[in-house]
T-cell receptor, first 114, second 109 residues
Framework: GAVVSQHPSRVICKSGTSVKIECRSLDFQATTMFWYRQFPKKSLMLMATSNEGSKATYEQGVEKDKFLINHASLTLSTLTVTSAHPEDSSFYIC??????????FGPGTRLTVL | GQNIDQPTEMTATEGAIVQINCTYQTSGFNGLFWYQQHAGEAPTFLSYNVLDGLEEKGRFSSFLSRSKGYSYLLLKELQMKDSASYLCAVMDSNYQLIWGAGTKLIIKP
């Protein structure tokens, strides 16, 4: 299957700082990328959907000013958690889809905010 | 509204067979996916069904009935490493994935 990478895989930061997570499709062009959050022992929660070159569509209850998404190219999307707080600590996972194929998931980024 | 239902948790014995069911109600249908997710890891793709019937892939098989809004994932010859959550997801008419909450499968020796 296609390969999607995420960087960093793990990050620990102080409360109030901003953290940027990158999601890259390595061997295909991702017209759509999805950002998920998953709390321990809970199901995936879709945060936003982004299409290359256009603004992301956020799910209800997700603050767009806090979770900035940029899908600048067909192989890269970034999620920036601004002014992170301990309650933002979670497992953030991206998935990427090219055309009408199934989405492929990145390995995830574990964020811990102290 | 759109809805995906699957059992929260199932327990099975090593070497046995287990069937995980998924029922759905969505606006349109462009295929159903099964993913496996081990604790602390991202989901990995298992299967995709868009036509009715059974798709077999090694120890794993997936079945779809579009008229009944129903799918199942069948795991044979269970191994301890199959202990994971299994996620059912349906792609709707807008090609958006609608996710079930996942079924946690516990394998006992």
């Amino acid at each position: 299957g296609a390969v999607v990478s995420q960087h960093p895989s793990r990050v620990i930061c102080k409360s109030g700082t901003s953290v940027k997570i990158e999601c890259r499709s390595l061997d295909f062009q991702a017209t759509t990328m999805f950002w998920y959050r998953q709390f321990p022992k809970k199901s995936l929660m879709l945060m936003a959907t982004s299409n290359e070159g256009s603004k992301a569509t956020y799910e209800q209850g997700v603050e767009k000013d806090k979770f900035l998404i940029n899908h600048a190219s067909l192989t890269l999307s970034t999620l920036t958690v601004t002014s992170a707080h301990p309650e933002d600590s979670s497992f953030y996972i991206c998935s990427a889809r090219g055309g009408e194929r199934e989405p492929f998931f990145g390995p995830g980024t574990r964020l811990t905010v102290l | 509204g759109q809805n995906i239902d699957q059992p929260t948790e199932m327990t099975a014995t090593e070497g046995a067979i287990v069937q995980i069911n998924c029922t759905y109600q969505t606006s349109g249908f462009n295929g159903l996916f099964w993913y496996q997710q081990h604790a602390g890891e991202a989901p990995t793709f298992l299967s995709y069904n868009v036509l009715d019937g059974l798709e077999e892939k090694g120890r794993f098989s997936s079945f779809l009935s579009r008229s009944k809004g129903y799918s199942y994932l069948l795991l044979k010859e269970l191994q301890m490493k199959d202990s994971a959550s299994y996620l059912c997801a349906v792609m709707d008419s807008n090609y958006q994935l609608i996710w079930g909450a996942g079924t946690k499968l516990i394998i006992k020796p």
